[in-house]
Structure formats: structure tokens, C-alpha cells
């Protein structure tokens, strides 16, 4: 007589990965992308840069999970980079008077694309040097 084990049920930690991905990665990615930082910047003034800092925090937290899990090159670079991003655009919406004025929706659009860059470039470097994408698990 053989016991099975029971089968392993996914963390909520993978869960929340699987359901988010299709919305954040590949083509889907960039056209949500595209269209929340055309909203952000359709509304525009502290309305907008909420708008897209938010969508920034979202990227930014699904990419530091995402790097625990798979490890995936970029996410070293993106997690963290988007997260400051976006608080540091969450922090200009709350900031009384003009103090952060200068970081509006292209500031953080310029950042987003820059971190991005940054990390695929360094996914690309470390890939063609080791011929894997993600890092390892050490």
C-alpha cells in the first residue's frame, strides 16, 4: 500500500504572480503600461502623478516578488528601482508647496523607461555571458 503526500499548494506569494503576469508582462505589459501613463498624463498635476506612481508601486512590488521566486535578472533592477520611483512620486503628491514640483508625470515616466533600460540591459549583459537570464540562487 503506497500514501501519497498530499499535493502542495501554491504561496500566496505565487498565487498573486501567476494571476498578475499576463497583466504586466510582454505585450499586455507595455499596452497597460502605455495607457496608464497616457491617463496619468491626461489628468495631469498631483491627480496624475499619483496615478502613475501607484502603477509604478504595482510594477515595482511584483518584480522584487517575482526576482524571490524566479530570480530574473531585470527584477534585480526594476524592483527596486521602480519602488523608489514611485515613492519618490507618491512623496511629490503629498509634499505641501512646490517643493518636489519638478517631478511630474514625465519625470516619472522618464524613470520608468530608465529603470526598465537598465534592467533589461543588465539581463542582457548577464545573459550573454553566462548564457542564462536569471541569476542564481546562492
Known sequence: MQISQPESRPSGTERYLRVVHP??????GIVA?????????AI????????ASSYLAFLGSYCLLNFRQC?????????PGWTLAALLGLAA???PGPALSWYGVTGESVAAITICTLGYGLEWWVASRTGRRALPKN
Do not use: K, M, N, W
Open 23 to 28: 497583466a504586466v508582462r510582454g505585450c499586455r
Open 71 to 79: 530570480r530574473e535578472t531585470h527584477c534585480a533592477i526594476t524592483g
Open 93 to 95: 503628491v503629498a509634499a
Open 33 to 41: 503600461a502605455v495607457a496608464v501613463f497616457s491617463a496619468a498624463g
Open 44 to 51: 495631469g498635476g498631483r491627480g496624475g502623478l499619483a496615478l
